[in-house]
């Protein structure tokens, strides 16, 4: 039994359906018709689980983002009612106005739903399914099987998730890191009864689908690249998926154990986490515990996450911006570097979460220390894309729009964590809305104008049709000055010393002067709303009814996606997969406006 | 068939896979352990012995590490009733380990320190309860490859079912004996 004939049959199920078999004995060309089930539900193809992955993840942000609506309005008019609410809400909105509980069930709900569901499952498992196979070369994942457990165990949590809005004393609302005591005690909150219970479920769901997914890009950026694609000549998105991976098959199984202990001190009476309390006035029998040691847990997958969240938005802008200014990317292996010095540094910097929990200010200091030590790559980063279009025959296609702001987003939120990286800073910042800001800023728009970027740049590769440019354009104006608009003005909040999850500013002497700014901001919060929902209708609408792509590579790219059929099937390439002779950045080389990768290198060809 | 075999291979996916899988399962335990020494490190910790059963259940894994490997020889060899012997010995083994460790939860509630007790003795029951829900994982992959084996209709010759049960069948053992160590050391 040789191990190359074992290969072999495995790769017959993963092209099942694409392919001819030669086993079948009729000889002649066979396709496999996929029933609606198998197409559509439990796909194994990974360019449809990509789509159901964003699909999902769209949802979620319109649900997310609409939360961050009504918490504004709350922020913004404390003593107006709006009736409407209470049609919505119900009892949680009594008169027009939501209740307290309600706003920290919102708070909570709209970091978790934003963090995880939409930037971690919709971002990354929308473009690592879609992307990996396609431009490494390979015709799916190296498990299928696991790709699709993977959607559906997030699909899973994401029921769990949705049932936790429902039930009647409603969703955890502790906060989206659940820090206990609040998160351990069923009686602390009103959240923190069966809605945490199905938090935690839906978390150690969530973390399920997140490994499932990560093993397999993994192994099939390491396994499954075509001939001529050693690892220096993939795309940068793909090298930014792996880094992402694996910072998430390292980081989420630490927060999985966290759970775990804090699973247990909600129902077996441990005290890993509680210690000597008292709720409403009676003594809890546990002592000993630490809230402190389930922070470090927590951080030290929750650090790590932030770049889960950026790096595949790293990656998918390096290729967009280079693609559209028609030049290759500036210093790939510096770009590389960066990722990779990124990935490792964000192991170790947990603690500057933490500098307020009287952290011994000695260990503090190389947590610093570590913490600037960030800038560096990242700044690389910036260099380089500046000096990738600088210069450059851009074209500004929606696309290359929201690259260029993911730069701006990037450098002006990012500017904003060395100040916060800094412990006698931050120990004046924590908690307040200048942590709102530098993280909404550098995390929360940034990934989004990178996820933008990657939905118009592929949008064809994934539907054969393109999105509508006009309303593109609308969308990436309105986004980009509202986003702003909005978190800008949250620095000087944050100065003031203005914390974050309060209910009701306009009570507070010092707060008072910051009612009008709240107006201005929350405002702005509806107009940049109603403009996602403009893109949501446009990303829709397109998928039925937008301009046919009429060409295989309608941007001019070099990169393999391109060469597949406009309706590729599953399988990817009819024929044989392409081989790679070249890195994916030769764009306006000896007078070409480009190379694709599949052509070979002729003699008389300038070197890089 | 040509437009298939392009595709390179050096190890298989799949086995590459559970090398990761390992990777994430270990840190899972890393998370376990450094919280225990960090809660060792603070006031009030009460060291005691681990319960003496937990030795024979390590005789118990080690034992089952080597028969799981017999069965992987032989199923290379196509010795396939000494296969099947071999992969329900596994299996019973990885059983019995896990019945001892309940039995060693068992003798530590008896001795007054139950899940609710003192912190030290609740982390105990956590490591290594959720280790043995990865040996019981390993159990269950081996019932089905045990079913596959009986199958008539499809035949398996690929070894690779096996050889990746039985990597992870020496993983979950390994991370045992690190357990321990690091149980009966740090207490």
Redesign the interface.
């Given at each position: 039994?040789s191990?190359d004939a074992?290969?072999?049959?495995?790769?017959?199920e993963?092209?099942h359906g694409a392919?001819?078999h030669?086993d079948h004995g009729n000889g002649h060309e066979h396709h496999h018709e996929d029933s609606f089930i198998s197409k559509y539900v439990f796909s194994m193809d990974h360019k449809m689980i990509a789509k159901q992955f964003l699909i999902t993840g769209i949802i979620w942000a319109i649900i997310g983002a609409g939360f961050s609506v009504i918490f504004r309005l709350q922020l913004a008019f404390p003593d107006t009612a709006f009736p409407w609410l209470e049609t919505i809400l119900g009892h949680w909105a009594k008169g027009g106005r939501i209740t307290p509980e309600a706003y920290y069930a919102l708070v909570t709900m709209h970091g978790t739903i934003l963090v995880f569901f939409v930037l971690t499952a919709g971002l990354s498992g929308t473009f690592s399914n879609l992307l990996i196979p396609l431009q490494v070369g390979?015709?799916d994942m190296?498990?299928p099987f696991?790709n699709m457990l993977s959607y559906w165990f997030f699909f899973l949590a994401s029921m769990v998730m949705m049932a936790s809005l429902f039930v009647q004393t409603g969703p955890a609302s502790g906060g989206w890191t659940a820090y206990p005591p609040l998160s351990a005690l069923g009686d602390a909150s009103i959240g923190s009864r069966i809605g945490m219970d199905l938090w935690l479920t839906s978390m150690a769901l969530f973390v399920v689908s997140q490994?499932l997914g990560?093993?397999?890009y993994?192994?099939?950026i390491?396994?499954?690249?075509?001939?001529g694609m050693s690892m220096t000549r993939m795309p940068l998105p793909i090298w930014s998926f792996f880094f992402t991976a694996v910072l998430g098959?390292?980081?989420?199984?630490?927060l999985?154990?966290?759970f775990?202990?804090l699973l247990?001190d909600r129902h077996?009476?441990?005290?890993?986490y509680l210690s000597e309390l008292f709720v409403a006035g009676k003594a809890l029998s546990n002592?000993?515990?630490?809230a402190i040691?389930y922070q470090?847990?927590f951080w030290?997958l929750g650090h790590p996450e932030v770049y889960i969240i950026i790096l595949p938005a790293m990656g998918m802008v390096s290729e967009v911006l280079a693609v559209n200014s028609r030049k290759p990317i500036f210093g790939y292996l510096a770009m590389v570097g960066s990722l990779f010095a990124i990935a490792i540094l964000a192991f170790l910097v947990w603690a500057h979460h933490m500098f307020v929990t009287g952290l011994n200010p000695f260990l503090g200091a190389f947590f610093v220390l570590l913490t600037l030590l960030i800038a560096v790559p990242s700044a690389i980063k910036v260099f380089n894309w500046i000096t990738t279009i600088w210069k450059g025959n851009i074209r500004f296609t929606p696309g290359a729009l929201f690259s260029i702001g993911f730069v701006s987003t990037f450098i002006s939120g990012g500017l904003t964590g060395i100040w916060l990286g800094n412990s006698s800073i931050d120990i004046h910042l924590h908690d307040t809305y200048f942590v709102i800001a530098h993280f909404h800023i550098v995390m929360g728009v940034s990934a989004f104008f990178g996820m933008f970027a990657g939905i118009y740049h592929w949008f064809p590769k994934m539907y054969s049709r393109y999105m509508n440019n006009t309303l593109g354009y609308i969308h990436f104006w309105i986004t980009l000055v509202g986003a702003y608009c909005i978190f800008w003005p949250m620095h000087y909040e944050g100065m003031a010393g203005m914390p974050r999850r309060y209910y009701d500013y306009s009570s507070w002497e010092s707060f008072k002067q910051f009612v009008e700014l709240n107006k201005f901001i929350s405002i702005v919060v509806v107009a940049v709303f109603a403009t996602q929902l403009l893109f949501v209708f446009n990303f829709f609408y397109s998928i039925f009814k937008g301009r046919k792509l009429t060409t295989t590579n309608p941007w001019n790219a070099t990169t393999l996606e391109w060469t597949t059929p406009i309706h590729p099937g599953h399988g990817n390439w009819p024929?044989?997969?392409p081989?790679v002779h070249r890195w994916p950045y030769d764009y306006s080389k000896d007078g070409k406006d480009f190379i694709p990768q599949t052509v070979p290198v002729s003699p008389d060809e300038s070197k890089h | 068939m040509q437009a298939m075999s392009v595709q390179r291979k050096k190890i298989h996916p799949h086995k590459y896979s559970l090398w990761i899988a390992m990777g994430s399962i270990s840190m899972m335990f890393i998370g376990f352990t450094s919280a225990y020494v960090v809660k060792r490190a603070q006031a009030n910790w009460l060291a005691f012995e681990l319960p003496h059963i937990f030795w024979i259940s390590t005789a118990v894994i080690l034992v089952s590490s080597g028969t799981i490997q017999m069965a992987v020889k032989q199923f290379k060899e196509r010795n396939m009733r000494r296969y099947k012997q071999l992969i329900t010995i596994t299996a019973l083994l990885g059983v019995v380990f896990a019945a001892c460790q309940c039995f060693g939860f068992a003798q530590m509630s008896n001795h007054g320190l139950p899940l609710s007790g003192p912190v030290s003795a609740s982390f105990i029951y956590v490591i290594v309860g959720v280790h043995m829900l990865h040996v019981l994982g390993g159990v269950v992959a081996l019932l089905i490859m045990f079913a596959r084996a009986y199958r008539t209709r499809v035949r398996v010759y690929s070894p690779v079912p096996i050889e990746v049960a039985s990597l992870y069948w020496h993983f979950v053992d390994a991370l045992w004996i690190y357990l321990l160590i690091f149980l009966s050391i740090a207490r």
């Open positions: 039994m191990n074992t290969l072999h049959s495995h790769q017959q993963l092209t392919v001819a030669d390979a015709r190296a498990s696991m490994l990560g093993l397999n993994i192994s099939t390491l396994n499954m690249r075509t001939k098959v390292l980081s989420f199984p630490v999985l154990s966290g775990i202990l247990f077996a009476g441990t005290s890993f002592e000993g515990g630490s040691l470090h847990l030290f024929g044989e997969i081989e | -």
